[in-house]
């Protein structure tokens, strides 16, 4: 990409704050003489640190037909973050030394946002013995968080050791926190409509039991836990009561939990089919309230890509998943209203403090990395799935007005995204 080393962000707002100019220069926020520098009109636009996601699923290896890692960075960038985190559950898993550092290196092939791979808690995702954790961590990839999201590591004695031995070197294990005993061939969420619709439940206790447990253990073991894509009002409260004890436990909740409820399920459109599910609009207002005092850390958008064949099905067959890497500022925006520095925390800040990365997470001041992003908080835009940079097309958005667009991206100081466009 041939862009110029010197940029001027004209009329910017930072962060809601009175305008100013923003001058880039070799990769971050400068002062000094503008002369030279490519202008970048942000007359009306409020500058953001770049967003980072802490749990992104990009597919690759294994299933490129529903997406790559250039692809899935693609739509990241137009959503305007600067870092993902790639989840395991790849074919192969992410479990090895081996399969970290080829995701690795296929992000930084793409170059739009910086690919920091999430390593697999236990060989295969099975749940039986620890993967290579040391390996991972040490690896060019130097992964510090592991997950087997989609899988519960139910045993805990299993994930005990696991907190222990990340422990070690300042790690986190992020749980998918789901008994599967309670969980058996379970479509949505246990309650009323799943009742009138004759579909077997997910009960709430499910992911509250497994977080209690794992607070517990994390409390004992002194080391650091994250939850993952918490969706209940009891969930809240465990997280509430272990965050008062000063256990050290972060959590997530995701854009369509914070917006949508187990009423779509009365469609039987599978696209509203995931893992937590949609719940009543009782635990979604549970959500946002945690969000905005800081039980819930951090916005995660779960973008889970499917190919047509694993949505386009009876609801029964349907993969659970959506996509979100896209909508998520604006989902958070309209959850959050224009409180930009709450939306900085919970979506750069605290995601990039959780995973360790250094490079992020830093607003757009002199001195700080130029990872940020230009957004029009006054635009408003019909989600349309054909425009979407992503392989795959199902997202539970479709036909939707969200506010906000994302106008612009830099990573270093190179634009990923101009004019609301993928540079490359």
């Given at each position: 990409?041939?862009?110029p ?78 870092a993902?985190c ?14 970290v ?73 992020a ?13 949505m ?32 073991v002194?080391?650091?836990l ?29 854009p ?58 009876e609801?029964a ?106 540079v490359?």
């Open positions: 990409m041939n862009a080393h010197k940029y001027l962000i004209k009329g910017v707002s930072v962060l809601g704050r009175p305008k100013t100019d923003l001058l880039i220069q070799d990769g971050v926020v400068a002062e000094g003489d503008a002369k030279g520098a490519e202008v970048v009109d942000a007359d009306g636009l409020v500058a953001l640190p770049g967003l980072v996601d802490l749990h992104t699923h990009l597919r690759e290896p294994g299933r490129e037909d529903a997406e790559t890692v250039e692809s899935g960075s693609r739509a990241a960038a137009l959503g305007g973050y600067t993902v790639a989840m395991a559950n790849t074919s192969p898993v992410a479990d090895t030394a081996g399969v550092e080829q995701v690795y290196r296929l992000g930084r092939e793409a170059g739009l946002v910086d690919v920091q791979p999430i390593g697999a808690v236990t060989v295969g995702l099975a749940g039986e013995r620890l993967a290579e954790l040391g390996a991972m961590a040490t690896s060019a990839a130097a992964v510090r968080i592991f997950s087997d999201d989609g899988h519960c590591v139910s045993d805990p004695k299993l994930m005990r050791r696991a907190l222990e031995y990340v422990k070690a070197f300042g790690g986190v294990i749980q998918h926190a789901e008994e599967p005993r309670l969980t058996e061939g379970a479509q969420h246990e309650g009323e409509v799943a009742t009138r619709l004759g579909l077997t439940g997910w009960p709430a206790v499910a992911e509250e039991a497994i977080i209690a447990r794992d607070v517990l253990l994390a409390e004992h002194g080391s650091r994250h939850v993952c894509h918490v969706s209940t009002a009891g969930s809240v409260e465990v997280l509430r009561h272990a965050k008062a004890r000063g256990v050290r436990v972060t959590a997530e909740v995701t369509h939990h914070l917006l949508l409820t187990d009423e779509r399920a009365t469609s039987y459109d599978p696209v509203f089919k995931v893992n937590p599910p949609l719940r009543p609009a009782s635990d979604v207002e549970a959500l946002r309230k945690a969000l905005k005092d800081g039980v819930i850390d951090i916005v995660a958008t779960d973008h889970a890509p499917h190919a047509v064949e694993d949505k386009e099905c609801w067959y349907a993969r659970p998943g959506m996509l979100g890497l896209e909508t998520a500022l604006s989902i958070t925006l309209s959850v959050l209203g224009e409180d930009w520095d709450l939306i900085a925390e919970r979506m750069s800040r605290a995601p990039a403090r959780i995973a360790g990365l250094d490079g992020h997470g830093h607003d757009p001041v002199p001195g700080a990395p130029a990872n940020l992003t230009l957004v029009d908080p006054a635009a408003r835009r019909v989600v349309d799935p054909a425009e979407s940079a992503s392989r795959s097309r199902n997202t539970p958005y479709a036909g939707m007005t969200l506010p906000g667009r994302v106008v612009a991206t830099f990573l270093r100081g190179t634009p990923t995204v101009l004019d609301g466009k993928a490359k």
